[in-house]
């Protein structure tokens, strides 16, 4: 299911650090399987190495994400669930298929949102659209979620991966200073505000993680999970 580990998010933030200092490379696509992009944090992992440290793989990953100055397209297919979700926000175009659906359930966990969501969604979706995703942990459906402005293109499952592609392919074909300089307007605004919520949220959900409430939610949810398996 592509939850994300540890380990995955050094070799995440590696990648997209020389992804960045190589200039060969003029943007970046980002994709899980045609089955699911992914289902956030591996949550049993997430309790073995908990991110106490303001740079823990998941906290540097993000900023690291923050800071990447390339186009990044992503191509979602299926559960695009937590993180695999809010690190959506710091992508450019998104293409996903027809029967993606998307979830941000931090709160049902014991834990709040991280990737600055909650600075970026309600200025993406209005306040009351952030509240439905980010408090009730609602699931919306590609149709929603494209109306919502989180994605650019819903297309059928079997052509995500060849129009994200194609996408990265004509952004890497523009005038790259252009490219960089324009896409640095857009997003600079916001930049050292995402990179304080990011570190802000982190503190919040460290202190989240410790309370009881939270071990229990996600003791429940593993026990669930496992016995679905």
Not at 14 to 37: H, K, M, P, Q, Y
Not at 75 to 86: D, E, H, Q, T
Not at 102 to 131: D, H, K, N, W
Request: net charge negative; aromatic share 6%; proline share 5%.
């Amino acid at each position: 299911m592509n939850a994300l580990t540890h380990d995955m998010y050094v070799e995440l933030t590696s990648i997209l650090e020389d992804a960045d200092n190589d200039d060969d490379v003029r943007s970046v696509v980002v994709r899980g399987s045609t089955r699911v992009f992914s289902a956030g944090n591996d949550l049993a992992d997430f309790l073995v190495h908990p991110p106490r440290e303001p740079d823990a793989p998941v906290w540097k990953f993000l900023q690291t994400l923050n800071r990447f100055k390339k186009p990044i397209v992503a191509a979602v297919c299926g559960l695009a669930v937590g993180i695999g979700m809010s690190a959506l926000l710091h992508m450019d175009v998104i293409v996903c298929s027809d029967d993606a659906k998307f979830a941000m359930p931090f709160v049902s966990l014991g834990v709040c949102p991280e990737a600055a969501s909650s600075l970026l969604l309600p200025r993406t979706l209005g306040y009351q659209r952030a509240c439905e995703l980010l408090l009730l942990g609602g699931t919306i459906d590609a149709s929603r979620a494209e109306k919502f402005g989180i994605v650019n293109f819903v297309v059928p499952r079997d052509e995500v991966f060849a129009l994200a592609e194609s996408t990265a392919r004509k952004l890497a074909g523009l005038p790259n200073a252009a490219l960089i300089a324009t896409r640095a307007l857009l997003r600079d605004s916001d930049r050292e505000d995402v990179a304080e919520r990011i570190a802000i949220e982190a503190d919040v959900f460290n202190a989240l993680l410790s309370k009881p409430e939270a071990q229990r939610a996600i003791e429940r949810f593993l026990q669930k999970k496992s016995k679905a398996s």
